[in-house]
């Protein structure tokens, strides 16, 4: 199992454009959700779901979409990106949405907004 | 919104010491209780949790104590190594509002030789 990917590693932006970050896992697994981790912040959750088709805001939502149309896939698109939004992007997944479940994940995409 | 407070930011011990790391909850129905390691440009790995029926859980050097009515658990290292260097973060899973896992801001260890 490859466990959780994300694509790209590294990206750099500047003010105002668009991009998607993709995310996905070949565990089966219901449970998935994005962070940003920023120095002395820890890891914030943007959006995460429970299960295809069904999504949900977490703690820092705000110029960002989710949507989730499989199991495996859970991009994460930055609509008009800001400096603000220049962090590092964890994506994880765990078997349910349940408590006990462990979370998984990704390698990080690094994105910087110019 | 529901927090997790962690403390200290950064902790600095000698080989051979003890660590201790320490969190706070908000939620009162908070459940689950994970630790994360990050050691320096790498993800979050689970390296110990424990369950509010729990009150303390060990695994080897590591060790996980909850005191629910507080709202307060702790990460425990005896024997410090310096491959234990890295960034821990505490969580708790919050059940008010959705499911999620919120996560407190980090201990930077460094564990000097």
């Known amino acids: 199992n490859a466990g959780v990917t994300q694509t790209p590693k590294f990206q750099v932006l500047k003010t105002g454009q668009s991009m998607t970050l993709q995310c996905a896992q070949d565990m089966n697994h219901e449970y998935m959700s994005w962070y940003r981790q920023d120095p002395g912040m820890g890891l914030r959750l943007i959006h995460y779901?429970?299960?295809?088709?069904?999504?949900d805001q977490g703690e820092v939502p705000n110029g960002y979409n989710v949507s989730r149309s499989t199991t495996e896939d859970f991009p994460l698109r930055l609509l008009s990106a800001a400096p603000s939004q220049t962090s590092v992007y964890f994506c994880a997944s765990s078997h349910t949405g349940v408590s006990y479940n462990e979370q998984f994940f990704g390698p990080g995409t690094r994105l910087t907004v110019l | 919104g529901e927090n997790v407070e962690q403390h200290p930011s950064t902790l600095s011990v000698q080989e051979g010491d003890s660590a201790v790391i320490k969190c706070t909850y908000s939620d009162s129905a908070s459940n689950y209780f994970p630790w994360y390691k990050q050691e320096l440009g790498k993800r979050p790995q689970l390296i110990i949790d424990i369950r509010s029926n729990v009150g303390e859980k060990k695994d080897q050097r590591i060790a996980v104590t909850l005191n629910k009515t507080a709202k307060h658990f702790s990460l425990h290292i005896t024997e410090t190594q310096p491959e234990d260097s890295a960034v821990y973060f505490c969580a708790a899973w919050i059940t008010g509002g959705g499911n999620k896992l919120t996560f407190g801001t980090g201990t930077q260890l460094k564990v000097e030789l």
């Open positions: 779901s429970v299960g295809a088709g069904i999504t």
